[in-house]
């Protein structure tokens, strides 16, 4: 258990959160513990606390903390509470179990309380959806804003040992006015409640949300078995019920998040901000998270010492799988599924920023950049990256950034492969201390028996795995198969026998148990060089349970698309018109008839802004006819989205009719099968400006 104090403030990337510390919080906390009780909720209502007939979360809660006495609940409502060993909420709701929130939830502050959803009657069934890692039973609770409130998270959390499980919770989120200084997210764990809206940090009195002496962080909270992001259907909400995060962990050691659902947030389904030391995240189902804001799957801010991500599919996110920026401590990332990641941004899948963090034993595929990147700046080494199985990358499946730019694609993708190391300053400006990716001493192997001795150099002392390669692209390819490992000798020569069949490519990398792990060496081939096994594109975030049955091979068709390739806006719109829809209904029935499908959907402008705002402009109108495909039910994993702005018009006039060519969304349809598909053009929903 880690019990060390923060002695500053590590904040997010996303909010610069400025807090007043109410007295009545403080004096809360200060307080001995309240009695605790078994209460049952049988209402969900939601509003003034108020003694009836029935008793409500919002009450429930109060009585947890000691903040509404027991003697001022009715009699009906004191029958449903009775003395217990620890806290607990129950959940008895006779026919609707949504709980539409009128404003925020007091924070639960009474240690180990247990919020249990799955205590609900009818609670167990389970879903069967093959893209869940671990199946999570269905929820029958579920807490949501009422229509028209601006309610920014659904619980926070500040006392030890707090346990919710068996919840749906989604659609919390704040206005921009807000999120500066209120943290929104489905689940917030922190040491002191945030207000509603905390205003701008001016005044005295004002303090930002900053762990001391008189307020450690909650120890030990455990989340799990709940859906968080999505609908209780199961599908993804209606945009303006989109939550904005899922769960945050601002301030809280040895949190636990297991087999959750976390799926359709605007920004990370998992975020840590001023600590997360010890937190373990495993064997949840992270899918389709980032969608307008922060783009990445999990986001690690702020000191992770210890954590642990394990046992996780992380898919069809719109950045990276995993994401580092700037922490403190180092992390274990191991035993994954990240797939189909970088549907907006094409960054690495796992982006490291730090020292000593291990990523092993994980699957890693079809992402538009690198595998693992690991940031040159700020000073990173001694990360290890071995075991892994990738696939179907556009990058090196480890990527040690340089520091000699400072773009923002370097924070993103970092920049391939690095030139060898030939002065001592490389340590310096080089993930990993620069390690050198080993060199074989040729373009092939001859092979005798079905065997090969491979041989090469690399930095002196170093582990060297040998993988085969998946992919290739020119000298590099995908490291698809752990084959063997050797150690280089004190010259850094290696030699090692590999069983192999003629044909395969093969590449390594090289480990210091100092420096970490290099970039992976050009390929080399057993016997012939050729251009090696290709990974099937058809893109799923199902896990498969067992080896599915061959399908038998079937004649190649061409799929003849006739319909409209692009949908149009109004000027400085990105709203989508009857007539765009009725388009795009079309273009769902193909994605549905045809599996096999993926799509491209690039955003267009008119040149009558600047090149920034164009850009921008842009990805809003393939942002919103992606989210109208997710509503109706087209997997995330089968769509990519790009913005062109202004760069690509439709054509060179200057007329009205040329500027509403202008403005659309193209999409690209790609057969994964290889076959090709013909478009049709058509302008029926041109908005000509007045």
Known sequence: MHMSKLTKLVGTAALAVTLPLAASTVQAQETTAPTPYSIIVNSAADGAVRPDDALTLREAIEVINGTLPVTELSGAERARVVPAASPVINFSLPSETTIALA?????????GTLVDGSSQPGYGPISTTDTMVTPVPTPMVTLTPAPGA??????????????????????FSARHRSTQTTPPADIFITHVSPPVDAGLPAAPGWQTLQPDEDSDAPVGVVIEDNWLGLSPSGQMPPEEQLSALGIFVFNGLDTVIQRNRIEFHEGSGIITGAQAMGMDVTENTMRANGLAGIPDGIRLDGNIDGAQIH??????????????????????????????????????AVYLMGSGHEVTGNVIQHQPGPGVAIAAYPHNTGNIIRDNQFAALDGLSVDLGYNDESRIQDFQRTDGPNPPRNSS???????????????????????????????????????????????????????????????????????????????????????????????PSAITAIGTLGDGPRSPQMPSCEIAQDPPE??????????????????????????????????????????????????????????????????????????????YLLQQGVAPERMRIRSFGETQRRSSGTGRVDYAR????????TDTRGLEIIYENLETDLQIEP
Do not use: W
């Open 311 to 348: 046992g996780n599919l992380i898919c069809a996110t719109d950045g990276s799988g995993v994401f580092m920026f700037k922490p403190e401590g180092s992390a274990r990332i191991y035993n994954n599924d990240i797939r189909f990641n970088g549907r907006r941004l094409r960054r690495a």
């Open 550 to 627: 061959p399908e038998p091979e079937l004649p190649p068709e061409q799929v003849i698309l006739r319909i409209p390739r692009n949908i149009h806006f109004a000027l400085d719109k990105s709203d989508l018109s009857a007539a765009s829809i009725a388009i795009m209904d079309d273009i769902i029935a193909v994605l549905q008839e045809y599996p096999f499908i993926t799509v491209e959907l690039q955003g267009h402008t008119d040149p009558r802004a600047s090149n920034a705002y164009n850009q921008a402009l842009g990805e809003r109108r393939a942002l919103a006819a992606r989210n």
């Open 103 to 111: 404003e925020l939830l007091p924070p639960i502050m009474a240690a």
């Open 150 to 171: 601006e309610v920014p998270r659904g619980l926070t959390i500040t006392a030890d040992d707090v346990t919710v499980r068996g919840l749906s919770i989604y659609g």
């Open 425 to 519: 300053m490389r340590r310096r400006d080089t993930a990993n201390g620069a390690i050198n990716a080993p060199e074989f001493d040729d373009y092939t192997f001859p092979i005798s028996g079905g065997q090969a001795t491979l041989s090469g150099i690399a930095d002196p002392g170093t582990a060297i795995d040998i993988y085969t390669v998946v992919d290739r692209k020119g000298y590099y390819g995908a490291l698809n198969q752990y084959v063997t490992t050797v150690t280089t000798d004190d010259t850094g020569s290696f030699n090692v026998g590999v069983d192999a069949p003629d044909g395969t490519i093969v590449s390594a990398l090289a480990t210091d148990d100092v420096y970490g792990t290099s970039e």
């Open 662 to 669: 202008d403005r659309r969304t193209e999409f690209i349809f």
